[in-house]
């Protein structure tokens, strides 16, 4: 059995939740997590790198000297890249860097990266997110108190402006919805702080159960 950590919406406390070993996927789909995290973050590149070639250098094709007789290496024309000016060899051209990814692998991914979550205890659930302010200090400090130490995602059951506010000026701390979610987000982040509606939207994905 896995045991998460439960807190109110003050940051005390609270019963812990327990979840079965059965829901959690650890004896498969660490090729899946790993092609899906790849093909995440190729599809973040913009690609937009171009160099031009010799033939796309602006000059003429007058050789720089003579062929023979100068006591200098032969030379064609001054676009080659062996000049400074020159075309660059074999240099980066626009292209896609995007890498399909079958929704079984991302699915069967995703429920691997929430699966080592849960189980190394790095998830954290709140009864509900309740402050008297949307202030950044005050998310700082329910961080602190619900003892997050290095980077937290911060998951909640529907989209909160407020909570995007608060988190929005935090370096080590971003907040979204349980549908937006990514494999890639699981991964980055090294704790999972989900209000209750946000943890059962999440744990509802990793059985297969899509939420809108």
């Not at 890498?99 to 189980?119: C, D, G, I, P, T």
């Not at 980077?151 to 059951?157: D, F, N």
Request: with cysteine.
């Amino acid at each position: 059995m896995a045991t998460i950590k439960q807190y109110t919406s003050a940051g005390a406390a609270a019963a812990d939740l327990t979840i079965d070993d059965a829901q959690l996927v650890l004896e498969k789909g660490a090729q899946a997590l790993k092609d899906a995290i790849v093909a995440i973050r190729n599809a973040m590149r913009a690609g937009t790198a171009c160099t031009k070639g010799k033939g796309e250098v602006a000059g003429s094709n007058k050789k720089p000297w003579k062929q023979k007789g100068t006591g200098n290496a032969r030379a064609g024309f001054r676009q080659s890249p062996v000049w400074r000016g020159g075309g660059v060899a074999h240099g980066p051209k626009p292209r896609d860097f995007e890498q399909k990814v079958n929704r079984k692998v991302m699915r069967l991914a995703f429920a691997r990266a929430l699966s080592e979550k849960v189980a190394a205890g790095d998830v954290k659930v709140v009864e509900a997110f309740t402050f008297e302010a949307p202030k950044t200090k005050l998310m700082a400090a329910f961080l602190k108190s619900v003892g997050v130490e290095r980077t937290a995602l911060v998951v909640t059951g529907a989209v909160d402006e407020n909570i995007l506010k608060m988190t929005g000026n935090l370096a080590r701390a971003a907040a979204m919805s349980a549908s937006e979610v990514d494999v890639y987000t699981l991964m980055r982040f090294k704790t999972i702080v989900a209000d209750k509606a946000g943890f059962d939207a999440l744990m509802a994905r990793m059985a297969g159960k899509e939420t809108k």
